[in-house]
T-cell receptor, first 112, second 111 residues
């Protein structure tokens, strides 16, 4: 079955630095979504990518969908303490009836 | 507009006891989902529903049952709780294959 893998599992970042988290699927996806979960909170939708090679930006966050629609990345520039949390990617395969396959997440810790 | 709500927020069960988790959404969404979240394993889909009166199995359905008698409610039942079911349970809803809205979660401990 479809598997979605995220790396790294943990990311320690100095405030002001940039970092990237990666998401890879074993199968081609129809689209991919990204969620953020603050400590003790629930996942909150960030963005959805649909097109091959698509790039979307939200302020300091840049999301990219691979040309083959099997991988994605989230790049955060000038990390702030508000970026603390776990970032999940979740893929939808063409035959999955809208079901999301979540990656294990990247837990981000920011050092002031 | 409350979004997605879950009841209860916390629960401690003894092995073999049963309980029902309630999820309610006021966004008129067709799709509803139950996930469990365990450390290092992300969110795993237990059961889901694509409309009132319909349910289907997800990735980890064993030991759980669900019902969707009303469009706005999705119930998750544990008939005989086991320690392996200690987890945080999230309900979510969506309009087809769009963004999912999550509830605040239920933290369940089975001793």
């Amino acid at each position: 079955g479809q598997q979605v893998m995220q790396i790294p599992q943990y990311q320690h970042v100095q405030e002001g630095e940039d970092f990237t988290t990666y998401c890879n699927s074993s199968t081609t996806l129809s689209n991919i979504q990204w969620y953020k979960q603050r400590p003790g909170g629930h996942p909150v939708f960030l963005i959805q990518l649909v097109k091959s090679g698509e790039v979307k930006k939200q302020k300091r966050l840049t999301f990219q969908f691979g040309e083959a629609k099997k991988n994605s990345s989230l790049h955060i520039t000038a990390t702030q303490t508000t970026d603390v949390g776990t970032y999940f990617c979740a893929g939808i395969s063409p035959d999955s009836w809208g079901k999301l396959q979540f990656g294990a997440g990247t837990q981000v810790v920011v050092t002031p | 507009n409350a979004g997605v709500t879950q009841t209860p927020k916390f629960r401690v069960l003894k092995t073999g006891q049963s309980m029902t988790l309630l999820c309610a959404q006021d966004m008129n969404h067709e799709y509803m989902y139950w996930y469990r979240q365990d450390p290092g394993m992300g969110l795993r889909l237990i059961h889901y529903s694509v409309g009132e009166g319909t349910t289907a199995k997800g990735e980890v359905p064993d030991g759980y049952n669900v019902s969707r008698l009303k469009k706005q409610n999705f119930l998750l039942g544990l008939e005989s709780a086991a320690p392996s079911q200690t987890s945080v349970y999230f309900c979510a809803s969506s309009s087809r294959a769009y963004e999912q809205y999550f509830g605040p979660g239920t933290r369940l401990t089975v001793t």
